[in-house]
């Protein structure tokens, strides 16, 4: 293995200020449980807007000083002196930081810790996927078993966040409606259909999204801005109603309305964060006498959902290359976001290493 130089290319949050610093930094040593890793890609998130415009969601989701990138793989140069990894091994990030001693944590629920720190976020943690070397316990990487690609294994952390909406969903030998075809929804297009959905519904505002949608095996495919949502799935379910539904658009008016769209006894699962208050209209009919099961998910089931993602993956039964938009060096940081605020992408890679 090559030596690890003393010092590596990052990107730095120091102000609350927009965008970040790219400069040099030490090489930082791996303590204790820790490793370090040789970051291979790091993936930009939709969340990722609030921290480089450090706005008012930022203020709450992160801490500064810190390197963002919190979707990141890479492999392990380097081990503290009881880390449970050896050097040579290849691992993505679970971000969220769990504590392992508050309640969740303690009945396996790592995913919703009360004291969860977050890679990427400063939040625990000063360091992110966003240089060319990181460093994260151990604890917190997961182990990659098979050769799926570093594009394949930096998509593993939002295909999570896709797979436990679709698992919490009971998807086989049902009909799925996906709201919001960005990167995750576009994920649980393909992973409805490999745990059995019999047909994936579709519906976003922007036909670029679509166009990806259908390329990730949805069956139908709704333009919110040009057809009637509701009249589309109620002529297509014979007025039933649709029987699951995976609401990743964050739209706040979307969540209002999707209990019109669902069949009695049907599912839902929230996963896109809404930004104003949720009112549902006519709660009787929509809601309490539909006998619904209401569903949220806030990352991956840790480490379950990461070792069936990658199964998934490895035997062909996902597809993620049409979300990947588009790849840029580390050191072209500011064209990605531009291309990021644009929405002219969908999943925007970096490479720390070029």
Request: glycine share 8%.
């Amino acid at each position: 293995m090559d030596l690890i130089p003393r010092s590596m290319k990052s990107l730095l949050k120091t102000e609350e200020v927009e965008s970040y610093i790219f400069t040099d930094v030490d090489v930082p040593e791996a303590q204790n449980d820790e490793v370090l890793i040789l970051v291979d890609k790091v993936a930009i998130c939709g969340s990722d807007y609030n921290l480089y415009k450090w706005n008012s969601v930022a203020k709450v989701i992160a801490d500064i000083p810190f390197t963002p990138g919190h979707e990141a793989t890479g492999t392990v140069v380097k081990a503290g002196p009881t880390a449970t990894i050896s050097t040579g091994q290849r691992v993505a990030v679970e971000n969220h930081y769990f504590c392992g001693d508050c309640f969740q944590c303690k009945t396996d629920r790592g995913d919703i810790c009360s004291n969860m720190g977050q890679y990427g976020h400063g939040k625990k943690t000063r360091h992110g996927g966003c240089s060319q070397y990181s460093i994260v316990p151990s604890k917190y990487c997961y182990q990659l078993t098979t050769d799926i690609s570093s594009e394949q294994a930096v998509v593993l952390e939002p295909m999570g966040v896709a797979h436990n909406a679709i698992e919490q969903l009971d998807v086989s030998g049902e009909d799925v409606l996906i709201i919001g075809c960005g990167p995750v929804g576009c994920l649980a297009i393909s992973i409805a259909k490999a745990l059995g959905a019999i047909r994936v519904v579709a519906t976003d505002i922007e036909a670029n999204r679509l166009e990806i949608a259908t390329k990730m095996g949805a069956d139908i495919v709704i333009n919110g801005q040009t057809e009637n949502l509701f009249e589309t799935v109620t002529k297509i379910t014979d007025g039933a109603g649709i029987a699951r539904i995976c609401e990743v658009s964050g739209a706040s008016k979307m969540v209002n309305t999707l209990f019109t769209l669902l069949r009695k006894g049907g599912q839902v699962v929230l996963v896109g964060l809404p930004k104003d208050p949720i009112h549902i209209e006519d709660p009787l009919p929509n809601v309490l006498f539909k006998s619904l099961t209401l569903k949220t998910v806030h990352g991956r089931r840790i480490f379950h959902t990461w070792k069936e993602c990658e199964r998934l993956l490895a035997e062909n039964l996902v597809d993620a290359s049409p979300i990947i938009s588009h790849t840029f060096p580390l050191s072209k940081f500011e064209d990605a976001f531009k291309v990021l605020f644009s929405g002219e992408g969908c999943k925007i890679l970096l490479d720390p290493q070029t």
